[in-house]
């Protein structure tokens, strides 16, 4: 697989770590490294696949190119429409010229958020009543120095956005529309700090913030027999799995806890998924297009 990176920031520079030998190019406008300054300066010929890891608005025209001259994508979350190209237009390229175009949450990958979703999946949990996300980082003040971050919902897209794919991929859609509780500008010109909920059942409440100082976070699920918590992300480590189970008609639970002292995995394993994906393509835009959808939802009711 013949790979470029597509945008050179933060995001680009891990990207390419992990493609490894896969790399062939990087395109930027303004890194002097960068072996193009415009993705329609590469030849067609030199690559397979792109590693789009650029601003949001700018997204939906490369993913054309890309997709349009059969070239799979992996994309930076979020995948956000702009006004004269839609997600369906985009799912619908995909699906016509038999490529993948992959928006990378590579939190799915998160090795104790993939044994919740095993342990969701095993059934002994029974109703789930409420679940609750808290995520935090310290990353205020670089985003307040990025002219680009520092737009729009701020931190609701950038890390609600990982938030709500969680969600897709362990309970599904929500049956009912999202609220908003909190929407704050402590530091930033755009939102530093937001909550909101979808108030059915499950109810499911999320919170974020860039004004944590030490990053942080937090995962508790209470159903009928027993609950599950998460302390911490590997990135962050060492990352807590608690598992209790219920005591009727009450006592102290049994608990299972597990503790992983260990670096990020997410990102190479996320890099293998898509190489995997290339070789029978297919596409995760549908979870994108509900994303968006609840985005732009959440953005009507958060206050100017």
């Not at 939190?107 to 979703?117: D, Q, T």
């Not at 930033?188 to 909101?196: G, L, S, W």
């Not at 998460?230 to 060492?238: A, Q, R, S, Y």
């Not at 070789?279 to 100017?304: F, R, S, V």
């Amino acid at each position: 697989m013949k790979v470029i990176v597509v945008g050179f920031g933060i995001q680009g520079k891990k990207r390419a770590k992990f493609a490894g030998r896969d790399l062939v190019a990087i395109v930027d406008p303004v890194i002097p490294d960068a072996n193009f300054k415009s993705l329609e300066q590469v030849p067609l010929a030199a690559y397979d696949a792109a590693l789009v890891c650029t601003p949001d608005t700018a997204k939906p025209k490369l993913l054309t190119h890309l997709l349009a001259n059969r070239k799979h994508v992996l994309v930076e979350k979020p995948l956000l429409g702009e006004p004269g190209c839609s997600l369906e237009q985009l799912k619908e390229l995909a699906e016509r010229n038999n490529t993948v175009c992959y928006t990378a949450y590579n939190h799915r990958f998160e090795p104790h958020i993939v044994r919740l979703k095993k342990t969701l999946d095993a059934g002994w949990l029974g109703k789930i009543y409420r679940v609750k996300f808290f995520y935090g980082n310290g990353t205020a003040r670089d985003v307040r120095n990025s002219a680009w971050r520092d737009t729009g919902l701020g931190v609701l897209p950038d890390i609600g956005s990982h938030l709500l794919d969680w969600t897709l991929m362990l309970f599904g859609k929500p049956s009912v529309a999202p609220r908003v509780w909190a929407a704050h500008r402590f530091e930033n010109r755009a939102f530093d700090h937001y909550h909101f909920t979808f108030p059915g059942e499950p109810a499911i409440d999320y919170e974020m913030t860039m004004l944590s100082w030490r990053n942080t976070f937090r995962f508790d699920l209470w159903a009928e027999n027993g609950s599950v918590h998460i302390d911490c992300l590997c990135k962050w480590g060492p990352s807590l799995y608690t598992e209790r189970r219920r005591v009727l008609p009450s006592g102290r639970p049994p608990e299972t806890v597990e503790t992983l002292p260990q670096g990020d995995p997410t990102w190479e394993l996320e890099y293998q998924h898509f190489l995997k994906l290339c070789q029978d393509p297919a596409n995760n835009i549908a979870n994108d297009i509900w994303i968006d959808a609840t985005l732009a939802e959440l953005g009507k009711q958060t206050p100017p």
